[in-house]
């Protein structure tokens, strides 16, 4: 079965109105809301063949259609219009956060709370909280021919291994020169100094001999450190969660507060997320997130990467207009510490 661009039409008319009304959404309401030119009965069949593609659900108590998860997927990836924001936004954006930017954690605490107030769902901030480990050594411990174990170990005790994918030949002697080249290097810096280098350049007589080995194993070695890195997560917003329709189900709030209560695991979801402005939505998530949808963007301070702003709630959610407000906040702020040369303590060393 194809999906035409009547099909595209109808489905795009039927997430917006069910984003905004929470309500399931039937034919004879697209028919007299939306000019389509189609009768009430040929909206009914086009929506029954999208049920049947999985692009709608149909809840038993009601003759309406709502959107699943993989309706959101392809709203978000192709029908959804991003527009700029609004100036009224900007105005109250820049009223309160103006004055705070100079210290980047209690910016960051505001920032959320500005989010959540624009979005009324819950909004994060995550940020790194201090100078970091120092590295005590590094280990490159072979696995089999296609595969190593980069293990990096700090002076508090930290250990972190991951598994390394080659492309290319290697010997023990070679992982050996690799470890004792890093270590020497590296012995003493903190996690954050050492993610402002530039590995490749700053290592590259030493290496020369390791240039395809390297090349492997160098990117992996700066992602684990990343994921070493100890973090703050501010989150605002609670209450909102009592005026969204989909949690006036007791048991659906509280596995929803459970849920964003247990910072730990959040944390480790946000650090791991792709950088840029990533949607995940139901099921892309964890098997213990599949009813909520995530929207983050990263942050920069003078250039380096920072952390993430986001929001988390149920599926049914303002995609666009998220989306265009978490942009300008994390624009806003790198472009603020960037211009200004706000004097960040130990916070901009990422």
Same mark, same amino acid.
């Given at each position: 079965?194809?999906?035409?661009?009547?099909? *595209?039409?109808?489905?795009?008319?039927?997430?917006?109105?069910?984003?905004?009304?929470?309500? !399931?959404?039937?034919?004879?309401?697209?028919? $007299?809301?939306?000019?389509?030119?189609?009768?009430?009965?040929?909206?009914?069949? #086009?929506?029954? @063949?999208?049920?049947?593609?999985?692009?709608?659900?149909?809840?038993?108590?009601?003759?309406?259609?709502? !959107?699943?998860?993989?309706? %959101?997927?392809?709203?978000?990836?192709?029908?959804?219009?991003?527009?700029?924001?609004?100036?009224?936004?900007?105005?109250?954006?820049?009223?309160?956060?103006?004055?705070?930017?100079? =210290?980047?954690?209690?910016?960051?605490?505001?920032?959320?709370?500005?989010?959540?107030?624009?979005?009324?769902?819950?909004?994060?901030?995550?940020?790194?909280?201090?100078?970091?480990?120092?590295?005590?050594?590094?280990?490159?411990?072979?696995?089999?021919?296609?595969?190593?174990?980069?293990?990096?170990?700090?002076?508090?005790?930290?250990?972190?291994?991951?598994?390394? $994918?080659?492309?290319? !030949?290697?010997?023990?002697?070679?992982?050996?020169?690799?470890?004792?080249?890093?270590?020497?290097? *590296?012995?003493? /810096?903190?996690?954050?100094?050492?993610?402002?280098?530039?590995?490749?350049?700053?290592?590259?007589?030493?290496?020369?001999?390791?240039? /395809?080995?390297?090349?492997?194993?160098?990117?992996?070695?700066?992602?684990?450190?990343?994921?070493?890195?100890?973090?703050? *997560?501010?989150? #605002?917003?609670?209450?909102?969660?009592?005026?969204? !329709?989909?949690?006036?189900?007791?048991?659906?709030?509280?596995?929803?507060?459970?849920?964003?209560?247990?910072?730990?695991?959040?944390? @480790?979801?946000?650090?791991? /997320?792709?950088?840029?402005?990533?949607?995940?939505?139901?099921? #892309?998530?964890?098997?213990?997130?599949?009813?909520?949808?995530?929207?983050?963007?990263? %942050? /920069?301070?003078?250039?380096?990467?920072?952390?993430?702003?986001?929001?988390?709630?149920?599926?049914?959610?303002?995609?666009?207009?998220?989306?265009?407000?978490?942009?300008?906040?994390?624009?806003?702020?790198?472009?603020?510490?960037?211009? =200004?040369?706000?004097?960040?303590?130990?916070?901009?060393?990422?």
């Amino acid at each position: 079965m194809e999906l035409n661009e009547r099909k *595209l039409q109808i489905l795009q008319a039927i997430v917006a109105d069910f984003i905004s009304s929470a309500e !399931p959404v039937g034919s004879r309401t697209l028919s $007299k809301k939306y000019d389509m030119g189609l009768s009430p009965a040929t909206i009914r069949n #086009e929506m029954s @063949d999208l049920e049947e593609m999985g692009y709608l659900t149909h809840p038993h108590t009601s003759a309406g259609r709502i !959107p699943s998860a993989k309706a %959101y997927r392809l709203y978000v990836d192709q029908l959804m219009q991003t527009r700029d924001l609004p100036q009224a936004y900007k105005d109250q954006i820049s009223q309160r956060l103006d004055k705070y930017t100079d =210290e980047l954690d209690t910016l960051m605490q505001r920032t959320a709370g500005v989010l959540s107030e624009i979005t009324n769902l819950i909004s994060f901030a995550l940020t790194p909280s201090g100078g970091g480990s120092a590295l005590k050594y590094v280990n490159v411990l072979p696995v089999d021919e296609g595969t190593v174990v980069l293990m990096i170990v700090t002076e508090d005790g930290k250990i972190s291994n991951t598994a390394v $994918k080659l492309n290319c !030949p290697y010997t023990e002697e070679n992982l050996r020169l690799m470890a004792k080249v890093l270590t020497n290097n *590296l012995r003493g /810096r903190t996690v954050n100094d050492i993610l402002t280098m530039d590995i490749i350049n700053t290592l590259r007589s030493d290496l020369r001999s390791l240039a /395809r080995l390297s090349d492997n194993v160098l990117p992996s070695f700066m992602q684990t450190l990343q994921k070493m890195l100890d973090v703050n *997560l501010y989150m #605002e917003g609670y209450s909102n969660v009592f005026s969204l !329709p989909e949690y006036n189900d007791i048991a659906k709030a509280r596995d929803f507060f459970s849920l964003v209560e247990n910072k730990d695991q959040l944390t @480790d979801v946000l650090i791991n /997320r792709d950088n840029g402005l990533i949607i995940t939505i139901g099921d #892309e998530n964890s098997a213990d997130m599949k009813d909520v949808s995530l929207i983050t963007a990263d %942050y /920069r301070v003078n250039g380096k990467l920072v952390g993430k702003l986001g929001v988390i709630g149920p599926t049914r959610m303002k995609y666009s207009e998220i989306s265009s407000v978490i942009k300008y906040l994390t624009d806003n702020i790198s472009r603020s510490f960037e211009i =200004e040369g706000s004097t960040v303590k130990e916070n901009d060393d990422e």
